[in-house]
């Protein structure tokens, strides 16, 4: 899906062209009000294979925040080439002051992905610190999501 333009769906499944909805994100026009929002245009983001946004929204108490940059956004890129990103469903979000958390799943090529993720605000800006609770079933992409 890295080759999404401007009119087609937002990967995100908000409904919206891309260029209307995550894109503007993702090219640092606006800042995600809510972990919500992060968490889709972070969803957006490895769909249209952006690595640069995945590494911007990543909390450094992230162990992969440590790795070296080049070598984390190889890592990044990679998956981007070899997974699907089919659609996306959210299960609940729990807003916070300075903490949130968004469950969700991820229906992918090689699988159904269910994670509930950590976001805190630091600085006006809401970051993905870690995954709380992750179950993968691969070769399970049911189309009912």
Request: net charge negative; aromatic share 12%; with cysteine.
């Amino acid at each position: 899906m890295a080759g999404v333009s401007a009119k087609d769906p937002c990967p995100c499944g908000s409904g919206y062209r891309y260029a209307k909805c995550c894109r503007r994100y993702h090219r640092g026009e606006e800042i995600p009000p809510d972990a919500l929002r992060t968490m889709k245009s972070r969803y957006s983001a490895y769909a249209v294979a952006d690595a640069r946004y995945i590494m911007e929204t990543t909390h450094r108490d992230n162990p992969d925040y440590g790795k070296d940059p080049l070598k984390w956004r190889e890592e990044i890129e990679r998956f981007c080439r070899e997974e699907s990103f089919e659609s996306l469903h959210i299960v609940s979000f729990e807003d916070g002051e300075d903490e949130a958390f968004v469950t969700f799943i991820a229906r992918l090529g090689s699988g159904t992905m269910r994670e509930k993720s950590r976001f805190v605000e630091v600085g006006g800006r809401w970051l993905y610190i870690e995954a709380v609770d992750i179950g993968i079933q691969r070769g399970v992409n049911s189309s009912s999501l």
